[in-house]
Nanobody
């Protein structure tokens, strides 16, 4: 499974961005997908996940501002980010869950989101 993120950019506080993650391989539609982020000097944290049945979960810090969605026909995962805050600045990673391993096992290279105040 290969994952390629895009859509990161420099944006002002209050703005919006949509991240995309293009996936190769046959497992996309049958497994959970997620977005994670890591800011400098901080640990990687979960942002949002979506299961194969479209059940979603969000970190408290992004609830009401971010939306995760998937297009199985296009093998693409999205993260719509609204009302961005400087504290959302981080490298954002797309990940695919592996049932065999029992964790998010496949990772993209990341896309940088920078929110200026």
């Amino acid at each position: 499974v290969q994952l390629v993120e895009s859509g990161g950019d420099l944006v002002q506080a209050g703005g919006s961005l949509r991240l995309s993650c293009a996936a190769s391989g046959s497992i996309f539609s049958s497994t959970a997908m997620g977005w994670f982020r890591q800011a400098p000097g901080k640990e990687r944290e979960l942002v949002a996940t979506v299961t194969s049945s479209d059940s979603t979960r969000f970190a408290d810090s992004v609830k009401g501002r971010f939306t995760i969605s998937r297009d199985n026909a296009k093998n693409t995962l999205y993260l719509q980010m609204n009302s961005l805050k400087p504290e959302d600045t981080a490298m954002y990673y797309c990940a695919a869950y592996s049932e065999d391993v029992g964790e998010f096992h496949y990772w993209g290279q990341g896309t940088q989101v920078t929110v200026s105040s």
